[in-house]
């Protein structure tokens, strides 16, 4: 839904074509002067510490700064960012440490700062505003209300001085229009204002209808949709700029190994996703040093990325990589897992156990130590890289592995910064055979040269300050990561992974989970907030304890996932349509609760939920687990149906509920050489719509035996580890090695399986 009320397109007009008062003229751009720190300087989140100092008189979120704006009859500026936000940094340096700037705003206007990563609820309901006003959205989010917290106008980032022939407005141009509205227009601007949050919160009813049957011919639209919008030279989906957006590859992926779905559907499916990933895995987006990958790349090839790194997105893109390494088993694609998850070890874990959320695009200048600047720890000038290796061989293979030039590879665009001008990107454009043949190397010498060259960048890099590290401990990201390493133990045989994902689900039940409410508190820092869990805190922790019981055996694990879960239920889940709500009821939200129905660059919440519910009632043999998942894909079929790459993540739970599970039990003691032989096969073969299950003669077993009577009785075979894989508890013949079990693994993933009653 857009919109043009006559203030916003009054003011939209006014802006873009602008004649303003004395006022707006003298604020005039000036280097930041030092002030005393305001009210954010008690904050605990990073990013509102980092404007502490501004001479802005910011407000945290809270009554207090709306009370004040209906004493004083002001509107209000809400800005919403995050502390390792390039752009949220530019605009702080530009504006919001401008002596004349923060004036002007502390005589005009109650300014409040808020860290989108710790109040999502807040973000959420101002972004949708600005996203239906302009077309788009992003960050820093500024967004003008009234006393009563009311949308008047809102933008992303605005500049200090107008830009010809951009059409955008300066900042100061903004504030001068909407101060010369509020007091010489108020009333009407008011009434407007009304109209207009009338509108958004009681849009329009849809004219369609759930859709009462839920079968593979959706998924099928969704692989045509993506086929459609796929860019088969580069990769990924559509142009500039382009985010990994792994849900849409995980979809894709376990759609390829589904022969429910049509061969050639599967064929696009795991071309479009192994393609996007392999080009991923080489271009700048990745950290070829350091492992892990930037938020997005800036370009349509993937060369020149945003530098800034968050823990979302190596969780999911490990789990993406591992399910494209499970079908073809391309060695870049496992190692792109691997050095991902090792990243996140070395540089993201606290000592305690959990995992930080973020590090920033911009770092200090390596050249220049008073200064920092986009990219400035991971790039690399032609002078201060060719003298590190020592070596011309060495020097001249790794130019042309790593894509670099004497005056830099960055390309041109309009995303082109000059910070960037004169360094190169690490990135690979010939593949390493090639590469090889052109050095007269054997691929064994090469790939030595290749070690060389890494760790000599890495030791280099050590020497350099690293980019600003958010430290804040976000219990739904950390979901995700746990999710990422315990599918890295299982995949890539690598316990200790399984080891810093229970320390992390530790850490969380330790510290942010109230054992007599079953309750989340949203994030730690220092402390734990004051701010309690939404529904995305709930969903994704319960993925990471599913899959981390399928890695450990460990039931504690799912008996917690089954505790989270009837909590979401009680507090976010619409029991007359169906679908989580994103957050509770809050008088501080005057917007009326939403249902999260995009996966972006994280899946929804509801995505993630309803695949939740349909594993969950695998299982435990939960009918009402898999009554509600049914309701909430039923809630938003008509959606997916008319535009069906809306909800990929969503689409992942339909096998779930339309098939049967391929259950695999393991009989055994979990530790054992037998059965980790036996798991070893289990986890190299892809399978879709699978459930893992221990009967370990022990607490995972008791705990199962009380949800399937099945699992009462199923023992090792002569005191070997056993196998036994089944479709609702009929199971074929036992098998104790790892070759009959592959052979049966593989005869069980080509099979169709419709769901009996």
Known sequence: MRFSLLPLLFLTIGLCQPTFSKA?????????????????????????????????????????AFEAARTQNKPVLISIGYSTCHWCHVMNRESFSNTDTATYLNEHFICIKVDREERPDVDRVYMKFVQQLTGSGGWPLNVWLTPDRKPIYGGTYFPPQSQAGSGRPSFPDILSRIHDIWTSDQDNLLAQTDRLFEKLNHPSPSNSSPNSTLDNSIRIDAINAFHSAFDELNGGFGGEPKFPSPGNLTFLLHAAIDHNIPEEQRTAALDMATTTLEKIAAGGIRDHIGGGFHRYAVDRQWKLPHYEKMLYDQALLVSAYLDAWLINKNPTLKDAAHSTLNYLLRDMQDSEGGFFSAEDAESIDPLNPSAKREGAFYVWSWDEFAPLLNDDSLTTFARDYYTLTQPGNSPQGPYHTEDLQGFNTLRREIPLEELATQHALTLEQAQGYIDRINQTLFDERTTRTRPHLDDKIIVAWNGLAISALARGAQHLDEPRFAAAAAQAATFIKTKLYNSNTHTLTRLYRNAPSTVQGFADDYAFLITGLIDLYEGTANPAWLIWAQELQDKQIELFYDQEQGGFYSSLESPEIVFARSKD?????????????TNNLARLAQILGNETYAQKARQSLTYFSSLISRTPRQMPSLLDAIPRLINSPTQIVIAGNPNSEDTQALLKTINSTPIPNRILLYADSGPSQEFLAAHHEFLKTVTPIKNKATAYICENFVCQLPATNPKTLEDQLNERALQKHPKTD
Do not use: C, F, K, T
């Open 597 to 609: 129905d995009y996966d972006g660059a994280i899946p929804s919440i509801n995505s993630n939920s």
């Open 24 to 64: 707006s003229s003298e604020i005039q751009p000036q280097e930041p002067m030092p002030h005393s720190s305001n009210r954010l300087a008690a904050s605990q989140s990073p990013y509102l510490l980092q404007h502490a100092d501004n001479p802005v008189n910011w407000y945290p979120w809270g009554d207090e």
